[in-house]
């Protein structure tokens, strides 16, 4: 019998509709992988419950005749989305035992669509990180593993690293992540799978845990771009509780799929060109482009002038939002407390949040806390929102002569767990590629491309304009059904 | 690796040496973000907080003249919601026990915190 584990959002989707088998049977067989799966700590909390509840109605459902999207199709869901009567933590040990009363948008829309949970997934601490190295329930583990003999623990990407390294190892299908400096699509190249950030808007933030509400971004990740689409199709639309969602209609991604480029333009912007970086980068940036021309594309040149500016730009503006989105965990309505021997009020709040936030969150508060404080305001923040438009006009120049942009995903390959923890810069700089789209708002996305010579996947990244999801997914599968990715990590938790 | 040119280059040394900061700024720092640090927590910030900061100094030479600062990202229009007594049945009234579930210490149908008058 098929595994069906192996299937994915699209077949399980069809194949319970065709009533090649239930969706019980779907759901058991995943939550037997994500039982069998504890070395990988791709899960803070288990469902298996309620990805055997939601079967049991997909099941009804298609007796009835009355299936839904997504009937049938178990994903795991990204711990940083509020779930009603399940343990919501961001990781963090300050919301350690929180348990919502409500139900993010995002997460809400997933299950009226007929999707069931197989568990939340393990994330970077309040979604800050980029290696999954600073949750405080521990890290996740990547399922690849270099070629070279050795059994270095490999980061599976950051901040939506369980997702990826769920999906990449069979134990989900598909599952949601966010994106505010490139978390979707850094843990997808590094995992050999596909992910996208749509527009800032497209998703309502409602309902997740907030970091720098102005990049902060919800979208799918799953093996191809077809469930991608599906996801997103079942993920995005208005929402009058978040002030910044977009009143647009949510188009029908998936039926609108179609790799034919004749006509489009792909834009490579010459300062994505790094000095210095691996060759198999660039190499596998230039079999992209010609990947593209072979689905029919014109490719031109382009400049972002101002992008060796986006990192600096980010790394003020998030930790800015960040200081005032975290200034909420103060020990009185939810979370943590820790309450000294006589301690006052004053007390109590710096004693909780020392206690609560790891070492990064507390760094990114600080940072913040410094660049918004008086005297300071103006150099920092203010300065750094004025280069926030110049990068995104930057971009409305490009598209002029362009539909949509490619680049690397990540200047590397997964790196191994502990190799840059020592350095925040040397982290923060792997996002170098996935950052710029973020301050833009732009639709971005992740392709698994081509294997480098330590046998580890890479990415490809797809940037389009703004509402353009479609031409991102059609630019995607253009390299997915040339590259041919079929690779996959050799089973060994 | 190298973003382009400067990208992780040093700052320029007027604005850092302006702009360094020091322990006590550390500890200045982590009062106002209500964040309680050792002085061992302090000495090591104090090294990342200027290797970070002295990093993002270099956006202090981009042009900007005649740049608004960008607030939103995907041009939108703030909404007014129906004027609506609880509107939306989530985020509307009736919710206390709701709202003190995930309290750490409810009193008496509010939140409860130390003593803050002598």
């Not at chain 1, 197989?118 to 190295?133: I, P, R, T, V």
């Not at chain 1, 639309?237 to 029908?252: E, H, I, R």
């Not at chain 1, 507390?362 to 926030?388: E, P, W």
């Not at chain 2, 990202?73 to 989530?90: F, G, M």
């Amino acid at each position: 019998m098929t595994d069906l584990t192996n299937l994915t959002v699209a077949e399980i989707r069809d194949g319970h509709r065709a009533g090649d088998f239930s969706a019980v049977e779907v759901a058991e067989a995943f939550n037997a992988n994500v039982a069998g799966a504890k070395a990988l700590n791709a899960f803070i909390v288990e469902t298996p419950d309620r990805a055997i509840e939601a079967a049991k109605v997909a099941d009804a459902d298609r007796a009835a005749g009355t299936l839904k999207p997504l009937s049938g199709v178990p994903i795991g869901m990204k711990d940083l989305f509020a779930t009603n009567g399940v343990q919501t933590t961001a990781a963090s040990h300050m919301l350690e035992g929180f348990v919502p009363r409500y139900e993010s948008t995002v997460s809400q829309k997933l299950w009226d669509a007929g999707c069931g949970m197989l568990g939340k997934l393990n994330l970077d601490q309040f979604a800050m990180g980029s290696s999954n190295e600073t949750s405080y329930f521990g890290n996740v583990i990547s399922p690849w593993k270099r070629n070279d003999g050795g059994n270095a623990a490999l980061a599976p990407g950051g901040s939506s690293g369980g997702s990826s390294s769920a999906i990449a190892a069979r134990l989900c299908p598909a599952a949601t992540g966010t994106d505010t400096g490139g978390s979707i699509r850094q843990p997808a190249a590094f995992t050999g799978i596909s992910g996208i950030k749509p527009t800032y808007g497209r998703c309502s933030r409602w309902g997740i845990v907030a970091f720098a509400s102005s990049l902060d971004q919800a979208g799918p990740m799953a093996r191809d771009v077809r469930d991608c689409a599906i996801m997103l199709e079942n993920m995005a639309g208005f929402d009058p509780k978040d002030a910044t969602s977009l009143d647009l209609p949510v188009p029908n991604w998936e039926a609108a799929l179609s790799s034919d480029l004749k006509g489009k333009k792909v834009g490579i912007p010459k300062e994505y060109r790094l000095e210095g970086i691996d060759p198999e980068i660039d190499a596998m940036w230039d079999a992209g482009i010609a990947m593209l021309k072979d689905a029919g594309a014109e490719v031109v040149e382009i400049s972002l002038p101002h992008t060796k500016y986006a990192l600096p730009t980010y790394y003020i503006i998030a930790p800015a939002e960040a200081s005032s989105n975290l200034a909420r965990y103060d020990g009185v309505r939810y979370g943590l407390r820790d309450l000294p021997q006589g301690a006052g009020l004053q007390d109590m709040y710096a004693a909780t949040r020392a206690d609560g936030f790891g070492p990064e969150v507390k760094r990114r508060i600080m940072i913040g806390t410094y660049v918004l404080s008086a005297g300071f305001y103006d150099a920092y923040y203010t300065q750094a929102q004025k280069v926030r438009a110049l990068i995104s006009r930057d971009f409305t120049a490009a598209f002029e002569t362009c539909d949509v942009i490619l680049a690397p995903t990540a200047p590397s390959a997964a790196f191994g767990l502990g190799e840059k923890t020592a350095d925040p810069l040397s982290m923060y700089l792997n996002d170098v590629f996935a950052v710029p789209a973020s301050l833009a708002g732009l639709p971005a996305m992740s392709v698994p491309a081509a294997l480098n010579r330590e046998g580890l996947p890479l990415g490809l990244q797809i940037i389009g304009k703004a509402f353009d999801e479609q031409g991102v997914l059609n630019a995607g599968l253009a390299i997915e059904e040339r590259a041919g990715f079929t690779a996959r990590a050799e089973k060994w938790w | 690796m190298r973003c382009g040119e400067g990208a992780s280059g040093a700052a320029s040394p007027d604005k850092a040496t302006d702009m360094a900061i020091d322990q006590a700024t550390v500890r200045k720092i982590a009062s106002l973000a209500r964040i309680a640090i050792t002085d061992d927590e302090a000495a090591a910030m104090e090294g990342e907080l200027n290797g970070i900061l002295g990093w993002v100094e270099q956006l202090g030479e981009v042009d900007v003249t005649g740049v608004e600062p960008m607030t939103a990202v995907i041009p939108n229009t703030l909404r007014l919601r129906d004027d609506v007594v609880d509107a939306d049945p989530l985020t509307g009234g009736n919710r206390r026990d709701d709202i003190l579930a995930n309290a750490p210490e409810p009193q008496h149908g509010f939140f409860g915190v130390p003593k803050v008058i002598e």
